[in-house]
């Protein structure tokens, strides 16, 4: 395994860190603070001053790639790379037409979360069935552009899926850390038919972050978890398109799952950069909801007021989610607070009905993108939302992504020994029935 020397970007791109403001030239292999051991975020010194970006020139380009037939065009990242300089050639582009994901209109799950109109955009339209996709596409084509051979993440299944399809189209390796017994055989089943290796870890996710981080120290391999910020640079796009879709009106809520963290932070750095570009002039609120059993960013706003992590024993049937102690907590405090967003927990039970809720609306999703829906209903009636807001859902999984837990949910398999009414209304077992149209007859009568 090798690398070249680091390749310099086109344009000036920082690597700074988000606490104590030290930018690193070269950034370190785990992606930490070389001085206080933080989180690092990309700026672009470049845009201030006589580089300025022309916010109304930039929406007619992206308009006109709309129709581009060149592939980076055709990206719902790269289509607004104006905004992503993070290559020294655009054309190093590791793509497979990513992004584009679609604004769906809820009707039934408004009604149930007491709002007047709810959208939902679903980032698990994305290639490989999560948001992760968005994200990966910026990091790896970095890691390609670097010259490296090998790409890593710890993963509870979307990062894994999304890093070595990637890394597959990009005819690189790809190792893969997991905890085991903790990830829905769907996603690791993506890992393994892309050609990652991949190891089972006796721990939970935050033990393969330990290990992983180790890895990379130790070897020349590129890690690609969202503590990587290229990562977050890419799934920031979500916002950019969002906005683009809704002609440029900002919603009042954009409502996020947590799990490490990086999405929101990715999302709310989107939101924030358009208005300070003067694309828009106001940001959404973005509020976070998490399972109660893996409610670390909860805690901490709770008990710390977002000074201090306060990380949890994860335990959460929505296994990507499933994470005790987030990475990226410190960049979504900083979310939270800057765009006056909510923190929210959810029970199981709350995720599941939720979910089926989605479900019913002709969507579906991953358990994970329930929370949003859940958390919404509680910020209604908290009335931190009120009824004529203006919310959008990331929902950011594929429905097929767990299918044993969509089973164990219409089966009654989930909950065992739980009766819930709002459960048995949502559930939607197989009717086994005889082999005539009598028998069938019979059960649409009834249905």
């Given amino acids: 395994m090798n690398r070249s020397s680091t390749v310099q970007p086109a344009q000036a791109v920082q690597a700074r860190c988000i606490v104590c403001r030290e930018v690193e030239e070269s950034p370190a292999a785990d992606f930490r603070c070389t001085r206080c051991g933080e989180l690092l ?18 929406k007619l380009t992206w308009k006109a790639r709309r129709t581009s037939l060149a592939a980076i065009d055709r990206s719902g990242v790269w289509r607004y790379r104006e905004l992503l300089p993070i290559l020294s050639d655009p054309g190093n582009a590791v793509t497979i037409q990513e992004g584009n994901t679609p604004i769906y209109d809820l009707p039934r799950c408004a009604r149930s979360a007491g709002v007047e109109r709810l959208l939902a955009k679903h980032q698990g339209m994305n290639p490989t069935g999560s948001f992760k996709d968005t994200g990966m596409t910026a990091a790896l084509s970095v890691a390609k552009e670097k010259a490296f051979e090998w790409v890593a993440c710890a993963s509870t299944g979307n990062t894994s899926a999304s890093m070595s399809a990637y890394a597959a189209r990009a005819g690189m390796r790809s190792l893969v850390l997991i905890p085991q017994g903790k990830i829905a055989w769907g996603k690791l089943s993506q890992a393994l038919d892309y050609g990652a290796v991949t190891c089972q870890l006796n721990g939970d996710f935050d033990a393969c972050m330990r290990v992983i981080a180790e890895v990379v120290r130790r070897s020349p ?48 750095k989107g939101f924030l950069e358009l208005r300070d570009l003067g694309f828009v002039s106001a940001v959404p609120k973005i509020s976070v909801i998490q399972a109660q059993g893996a409610n670390s960013l909860v805690r901490t706003m709770r008990e710390t007021g977002g000074a201090r992590l306060v990380p949890v024993h994860a335990e959460t049937m929505a296994t990507a989610i499933r994470i005790g102690n987030p990475a990226s907590w410190r960049k979504a405090v900083a979310v939270l607070k800057a765009t006056g967003g909510a923190c929210e927990d959810v029970s199981e039970e709350e995720l599941a009905i939720a979910k089926a809720e989605i479900g019913a609306d002709g969507v579906g999703c991953e358990p994970a993108s329930a929370a949003t829906l859940a958390g919404l209903k509680k910020l209604v009636r908290s009335r931190f939302v009120k009824r004529n807001d203006s919310v959008v859902l990331i929902l950011t999984g594929h429905v097929l992504k767990d299918p044993e837990y969509t089973l164990k949910f219409h089966r009654g398999d989930l909950f065992e020994g739980i009766s819930d009414p709002e459960i048995a209304k949502l559930r939607r077992p197989p009717i086994i029935v005889e082999a005539n149209a009598d028998a069938v007859l019979r059960v649409l009568e009834s249905a």
């Fill in 221 to 268: 391999v590129y890690l690609l978890n969202s503590v990587n910020p290229y990562r977050v640079e890419g799934q920031k796009t979500a916002a950019i398109e969002m906005l683009d879709q809704l002609g440029w009106d900002v919603p009042d809520h954009v409502i996020v799952p947590g799990g490490n963290l990086g999405n929101v932070s990715a999302l709310g």
């Fill in 41 to 58: 975020e990309i700026s672009y010194p470049s845009w201030a001053g006589e580089n300025a970006v022309d916010p109304q020139s930039l």
